[in-house]
């Protein structure tokens, strides 16, 4: 795998987790807004925004693994490197 593959995928692993890290502690932060305790608002922070997070992150690995199509090894292994930084980021978040 080039180097290059590992550096874009750790970029995109970085910025996918960043962005879904915020996006479920947004929806946290707006439950606790209304009143609701802190545990309830995990949970629902969680079931509402982190469903959202799982199918967004999975549409990003069936895109990023598309690239296997074009049967070109460098972009086979870009695509598969940056999926596989993908799920990590989904399953952290």
Do not use: W
Request: charged share 10%.
């Amino acid at each position: 795998i080039a180097s290059v593959s590992l550096s874009l995928a750790g970029m995109i692993g970085l910025a996918v987790g960043i962005d879904y890290a915020l996006f479920i502690f947004t929806k946290h932060r707006q439950f606790l807004g209304e009143g609701i305790q802190k545990n309830e608002s995990i949970a629902r922070a969680t079931g509402t925004a982190g469903s959202a997070v799982v199918f967004a992150g999975l549409t990003v690995i069936v895109a990023l693994c598309g690239l296997t199509v074009v049967n070109i090894p460098f972009m086979s292994a870009m695509g598969l490197t940056a999926g596989l930084s993908v799920l990590m980021a989904v399953l952290a978040s």
